[in-house]
């Protein structure tokens, strides 16, 4: 069985969590395909930012979830690291690390994921999308080999929704 696991992480502190401390909620997408995401019952408020920054990712880079079968773990954190905050002006994104098995049966072997790590940032205002930190993630977006941000104006709703 493949685990979704979430990592949220504070400025400063890490929380590592088990499976017995965590909690389950879906996720549906565009495609009405539910995913099943583990996620710590210790931080309510921060459930739905990720569970909203995981839709926004799926329906832009639909591939990660046509190949789920050849993804091992997805983890998320919550950052407000300075680098993403100079690049889009945004004071927090989620970042998703996709960690890609490394014996695939599904996914091209042109695109050359295999045993690959790939991060997306998810972050809303003042420019709303998604940043690709490997090139190999683009495919999974429909981009090819590409490196780069992505304009998601749905990206502001994540944080608009929070503050609400």
Same mark, same amino acid.
């Given at each position: 069985m493949k685990w979704i696991v979430f990592l949220i992480t504070g400025m400063l502190s890490?929380?590592?969590? &088990?499976?017995e401390d965590m909690g389950k909620s879906s996720v549906t997408n565009k495609t009405n395909t539910t995913f099943s995401i583990e996620f710590p019952n210790e931080a309510p408020e921060r459930e739905e &930012?990720?569970?909203s920054a995981f839709k926004v990712l799926i329906n832009t880079c639909p591939e990660l979830m046509t190949f789920k079968n050849d993804i091992d773990n997805i983890k998320a954190e919550i950052s407000p690291y300075?680098?993403?905050s100079e690049n889009h002006g945004?004071?927090?994104?989620? *970042?998703?690390?996709?960690?890609?098995?490394d014996n695939t049966t599904?996914?091209?072997?042109?695109? *050359?994921?295999n045993g690959h790590h790939l991060w997306y940032s998810v972050g809303g205002a003042? &420019?709303?999308?998604?940043?690709?930190t490997k090139n190999i993630g683009g495919q999974f977006c429909g981009k090819g080999l590409f490196e780069g941000f992505i304009s998601v104006p749905a990206a502001e709703n994540v944080w608009s929704?929070?503050?609400q």
């Open positions: 890490f929380a590592f969590f &088990t499976f &930012t990720v569970k300075l680098y993403q945004w004071d927090e994104w989620v *970042r998703f690390e996709v960690s890609i098995a599904g996914i091209p072997n042109q695109y *050359r994921a003042p &420019t709303p999308g998604i940043e690709v929704q929070q503050h």
